[in-house]
């Protein structure tokens, strides 16, 4: 099993679609949690970090559940520049300081 | 402040030659790494570096070797390059502690012919 699995997509939704992406992950000493968005050909950038509690960032939340080990994140009224890849990282804070990287899921969006 | 960068941008390489990827970020960040994007894998963990004069092994290590001689600079070398080798390579840092973020170079494509 992969450290990290996120839903495979690609996702095509039309603009002002809610869509949700979920990610799982293998180590349960996992400690902090972040979404990722990269676009075609370029580097990957923080979205947003996830906290225990949940987060929102306008038009986007992220959701984490310990228990079940798995992490969401939910766009809203999606608009054309949303379309990207979503990268859910996961970093272990029992050993070293290494990310954990998902393969992503592809989004676009559709006028 | 330019964060990260990364040089040279693009590079083509025939089999068997060497090259070294060069990395530099001034934000002052203590770790960076050397991961590698391949279409449908992901981003893999090459090597890292927790502070000046340290280095440490990642995923997929084989091939490359890395140096961090000033702690603004990672250097990926690559002694004899092999067509497998044939990816975008980024560089990331992020200042100690858990909960901070890492910020990437724009990346080098590199093409192994």
């Known amino acids: 099993r992969k450290e990290v699995e996120q839903d495979p997509g690609p996702f095509n939704v039309p603009e002002g679609a809610t869509v949700a992406f979920n990610c799982t992950y293998s180590?349960?000493?996992?400690?902090?949690f972040f979404w990722y968005r990269q676009d075609c050909r370029k580097e990957p950038k923080l979205l947003m970090s996830?906290?225990?509690s949940g987060n929102e960032d306008g038009r986007f939340t992220a959701q984490l559940n310990r228990a079940s080990q798995y992490i969401s994140l939910l766009i809203r009224d999606s608009k054309l520049s949303d379309s990207a890849t979503y990268l859910c990282?996961?970093?272990?804070?029992?050993?070293?300081?290494?990310?954990?990287f998902g393969p992503g899921t592809r989004l676009s969006v559709l006028p | 402040n330019a964060g990260v960068t990364q040089t040279p941008k693009f590079r083509v390489l025939k089999t068997g030659q060497s090259m070294t990827l060069l990395c530099a970020q001034d934000?002052?960040?203590?770790?960076m790494y050397w991961y590698r994007q391949d279409p449908g894998m992901g981003l893999r963990l090459i090597h890292y570096s927790v502070g000046e004069g340290t280095t440490a092994k990642g995923e997929v290590p084989d091939g490359y070797n890395v140096s961090r001689l000033k702690k603004q600079n990672f250097l990926l070398g690559l002694e004899s390059a092999a067509p497998s080798q044939t990816s975008v390579y980024f560089c990331?840092?992020?200042?100690?502690?858990?909960?901070?973020?890492?910020?990437f170079g724009p990346g080098t494509r590199l093409t192994v012919l």
């Open positions: 990282v996961v970093r272990p804070g029992n050993y070293g300081q290494n990310f954990v």
């Open positions: 996830v906290y225990s």
């Open positions: 934000m002052n960040h203590e770790y």
């Open positions: 990331a840092s992020n200042q100690a502690g858990l909960y901070n973020e890492q910020f």
């Open positions: 180590n349960s000493a996992s400690q902090s």
